[in-house]
């Protein structure tokens, strides 16, 4: 089979020093893990001038977008990495799903505003990354074997040569608001309960966005955010209009390695405290909460379904429960449930069985996205869907877009939710979905 090729380049920790090279390209992407302030990741993935842009069409089925991504795959070929060399990426795809993509998979009505207008799905077929390994402190160019050798030239001088000075910047013009005011967001939490009673369902993820007029380079904020709010799910990615994607995600989605599946929901959330005694009784009431572990098993339950679609049967299993993983600004509730790909079956029909992720729709997901669709008064863009890779080998790792921003014709939003069950209140929901991107919204006015 033919074989990857490699460039080594000095390891930088932080990928900002090769990304500011190339952030204006075609193209250009980072999926950060943000070390080392967040301690869970270990690869950071850049690349930008992609062989292909692959958008959704207007009228196309998911089924028929994530046909075309498979033929993209097919289409740059099977390779190799050089033996005993582990990287999650040997040439492929990476970009982005909106949680809005769901619509192009199943049956749902459309009542929330597309104000926002952005793509339900920009991924770029990839020859070439850079690949920041943070446990082995390496940083090298992985080459796919179809790239030129001229193209691997210029690349290899974009990466060796001074960077130049970068004085750009970022401000917002107000501070941001949110859309809806206290009273919108209780009518809307009372249906829901409402709906929970009627037995329509379990839990439902309530949102709210929040925006504010911007201008400047949104690379700048990213920077200012990653300092801020580093987790191991962060991302840019520059789209051709000029917007950017800013993503601050700590949740896993699916990640898919050697035929084995992986996801962590999280479902359970408690604000973190300057004063560590308070600190850690937020964490400890969190750990203890039967509501908040009820929330969480109904989504790990729902997953399991999930995976069963595409996993060999009996592999589904759910090896880790109500772990507690803690960020600058919030302690959260994680699980983990696993299983085996079938043989007949691939990531992308992972992502068709099982997109978007059903902690950040409730359950019954169908019936709960369909609730959201009437509730939220706009569609929620890049909010909770993914960043993802997909290589040619079939790994791919993606993320739940949570904590993530859209720049977009002069205007920055983000969107913050919680689980609403039948326990809940609309008080401390509210507060909750305020909490999640506080330290987002803060970090930006101080800019």
Not at 133 to 153: G, I, K
Request: charged share 25%; net charge negative.
């Amino acid at each position: 089979m033919p074989t990857c090729t490699l460039h080594p380049l000095p390891y930088q920790q932080d990928p900002a020093f090769h990304f500011a090279r190339l952030r204006s390209a075609p193209g250009a992407i980072l999926l950060d893990s943000a070390r080392p302030g967040a301690e869970r990741g270990r690869f950071d993935l850049i690349s930008a001038w992609p062989r292909r842009h692959l958008q959704a069409e207007p009228q196309e089925t998911g089924a028929g977008y994530l046909r075309r991504l498979r033929e993209a795959l097919s289409e740059l070929g099977r390779a190799d990495l050089p033996e005993g060399v582990t990287l999650p990426f040997a040439g492929g795809l990476m970009g982005y799903l909106s949680y809005d993509f769901g619509r192009r998979l199943e049956q749902l009505p459309a009542l929330a505003v597309d104000d926002l207008e952005l793509p339900d799905a920009q991924l770029g077929l990839y020859d070439w990354a850079l690949v920041s390994d943070h446990f082995l402190q390496t940083s090298q160019l992985v080459f796919h074997p179809s790239l030129e050798a001229d193209e691997r030239a210029r690349l290899i001088a974009v990466f060796e040569a001074v960077p130049g000075l970068d004085e750009s910047h970022f401000r917002l013009l107000s501070p941001m608001r949110g859309d809806s005011s206290a009273a919108h967001y209780r009518q809307a939490f009372d249906k829901v309960q409402h709906y929970i009673h009627a037995g329509d369902c379990y839990q439902i993820n309530l949102t709210q966005r929040f925006r504010a007029p911007c201008q400047g380079d949104p690379w700048q904020a990213y920077k200012a955010l990653r300092k801020a709010c580093p987790t191991p799910f962060s991302g840019y990615q520059q789209l051709a209009d000029g917007s950017a994607l800013l993503s601050f995600s700590p949740e896993r989605f699916m990640r898919v390695s050697e035929g084995l599946v992986e996801t962590r929901p999280i479902k359970g959330t408690r604000p973190r405290s300057a004063d560590p005694t308070e600190d850690a009784r937020n964490a400890a009431e969190l750990r203890e909460s039967r509501k908040d572990r009820a929330e969480n098993l109904m989504i790990v339950d729902l997953l399991r379904n999930d995976l069963g679609r595409t996993c060999e049967i009996g592999t589904v299993k759910v090896p880790e429960l109500f772990s507690l993983e803690s960020y600058p600004n919030v302690h959260h509730l994680v699980s983990s449930v696993t299983g085996r790909l079938a043989a007949d079956k691939d990531a992308l029909d992972l992502i068709a069985g099982s997109f978007p992720g059903g902690s950040i729709t409730g359950a019954p997901k169908i019936r709960a996205m369909q609730i959201i669709d009437e509730l939220e008064p706009a569609r929620r863009a890049l909010y909770c869907g993914s960043l993802l890779y997909l290589d040619v080998r079939g790994e791919m790792d993606s993320s739940i877009a949570i904590r993530s921003l859209l720049v977009k014709g002069g205007q920055i939003t983000c969107w913050g939710g919680g689980a609403v069950v039948a326990d809940s209140a609309w008080e401390s929901e509210y507060e909750e979905s305020i909490a999640k991107v506080r330290v987002l919204m803060e970090t930006l006015e101080a800019l």
